[in-house]
């Protein structure tokens, strides 16, 4: 069992930036590989951004790539995404996962956090 708390999200303008936190208690936090993920009104939960467990190897969606960055520091049990150049359309509810391989794939996570809410104004 991994337990995660999302954190940072809020209402900022096009064109900020934020910086989300997912904190877990478990120690074993570093052998799992990590994604954020987000998900907008009426629409399904979609992969932003995966990491492996030693942050190694990243993935990002087209959409987000140049002006998000996924980190993780095991010593802490934290996972990160910094989002900078901020877009209406990044406004979603953003939760982070854990799963047992680096993966694209929503389906080969199996924990997840309560979520953070984003919301950017035009």
């Known amino acids: 069992q991994v337990h995660l708390v999302e954190s940072g999200g809020a209402a900022v303008k096009a064109g900020g930036s934020l910086r989300l936190s997912c904190a877990s208690s478990n120690r074993t936090f570093s052998i799992y590989a990590m994604g954020w993920f987000r998900q907008a009104p009426g629409e399904e939960r979609n992969m932003v951004a995966a990491?492996?467990?030693?942050?190694?190897?990243?993935y990002y969606v087209d959409d987000v790539k140049g002006r998000f960055t996924i980190s993780r520091d095991n010593t802490k049990n934290t996972l990160y995404l910094r989002m900078n150049s901020l877009k209406p359309e990044d406004t979603a509810v953003y939760y982070c996962?854990?799963?047992?391989?680096?993966?694209?794939?929503?389906?080969?996570?199996?924990?997840w956090g309560q979520g953070t809410q984003v919301t950017v104004s035009s």
């Open positions: 990491i492996s467990v030693y942050g190694d190897r990243t």
């Open positions: 996962a854990a799963g047992a391989g680096y993966s694209r794939r929503k389906y080969d996570y199996e924990w």
